[in-house]
């Protein structure tokens, strides 16, 4: 990871989390740069494939809502976290190798829910995929 600005540790600090959790890791997720309002990460396309060699549909989901949720939750703040509760993707280009680089903006940041749109790209920039999660806001017990 390579940009956090200090409110973005002291929260992740503060829920005792490592950003993506394990499905991020065994992705080979790589996180650049994490707030609320703008998040980057990328993933290797070798190890994420579906039988034809293109990238899994599901993969650019799971990197989609891995940097949505987390930008989500660093939005949340602390004693509160944010779950996904709706994803949608469109998927308009294969990517057969090199990274996938993911870009998430905050469309809503509100008190309870949260918006992001979420842009995968290949190592040309040319778009991929484009994500929408909404995640809902709920307080720690």
């Given at each position: 990871m390579t940009q956090l600005?200090?409110?973005t540790q002291?929260?992740?600090?503060?829920?005792?989390?490592?950003?993506?959790?394990?499905?991020?890791?065994?992705?080979?997720?790589?996180?650049?740069?994490l707030s609320a309002d703008h998040s980057i990460a990328r993933m290797p396309a070798?190890?994420?494939?579906?039988?034809?060699?293109f990238v899994h549909g599901g993969a650019y989901c799971v990197?989609?809502?891995?940097?949505g949720s987390v930008s989500a939750n660093i939005h949340a703040g602390e004693g509160r976290?944010?779950?996904?509760?709706?994803?949608?993707?469109?998927?308009?280009?294969s990517i057969e190798s090199g990274w996938v680089t993911a870009e998430c903006r905050a469309i809503h940041l509100g008190g309870s829910?949260?918006?992001?749109?979420?842009?995968?790209?290949?190592?040309?920039g040319r778009r991929a995929s484009t994500i929408r999660i909404?995640?809902?806001i709920k307080r720690r017990r």
């Open positions: 600005d200090a409110q002291a929260v992740l600090e503060a829920q005792g989390e490592r950003p993506g959790g394990e499905l991020a890791q065994k992705m080979g997720i790589e996180f650049v740069k070798v190890g994420n494939r579906q039988p034809v060699g990197i989609a809502e891995t940097l976290y944010a779950v996904g509760v709706d994803l949608n993707a469109t998927h308009t280009r829910m949260t918006v992001h749109e979420i842009v995968c790209t290949d190592d040309q909404t995640n809902f």
